[in-house]
């Protein structure tokens, strides 16, 4: 990672993007992710270093290493939006800018998922957009470096 990356971190269960609820999460894959995030990053010069766990501790960890040096992270953490204080201070901790990223519209779901941790310490958000949503938070995240 360097002053051109842009980390993209995916959390439990986005590993399994286009077979899992397709009528909430849509048909596209991960590599899916992977491809569009990777081409976004290039049209602004920069790379995308896309991850995906299911552990908490991990994303933790990953959070932390891209916590300085890099452009910023976009980060859909998944089920852990809604329960992680530990992520919160990661996130928190950052000194690039955080983007929180959902496929799907957490404001119009479950009560318990309209709730995040992440919320107030994320620079910006792209909620409810689709896969699509990670293009947005890669362009935004370039556009702020390039107005930086
Ligand atoms: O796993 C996910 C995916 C999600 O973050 C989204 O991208 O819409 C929304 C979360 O509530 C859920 O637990």
């Known amino acids: 990672m360097d002053a051109r990356t842009v980390l993209v971190l995916n959390g439990p269960n986005l590993n399994l993007l286009g077979e899992r609820e397709p009528e909430v999460y849509g048909h596209e894959t991960l590599a899916d992710v992977e491809r569009l995030c990777a081409q976004t990053a290039e049209r602004h010069g920069l790379v ?7 552990h908490e501790g991990v994303l933790v960890d990953q959070v932390q290493e891209g916590r300085r040096g890099i452009v910023g992270i976009v980060l859909n953490a998944a089920g852990y939006t809604h329960t992680s204080v530990a992520l919160r201070d990661a996130v928190s901790a950052c000194r690039v ?6 496929i799907s519209d957490i404001r119009a779901r479950e009560p318990f998922r309209r709730h995040s941790y992440l919320t107030d310490v994320c620079a910006h958000h792209v909620i409810g957009r689709g896969v699509a949503g990670y293009a947005e938070a890669v362009t935004w995240l370039a556009e702020q470096r390039d107005a930086g």
């Open 97 to 102: 800018p955080v983007v929180e990223v959902h």
């Open 48 to 54: 995308a270093d896309v991850r995906q766990t299911n």
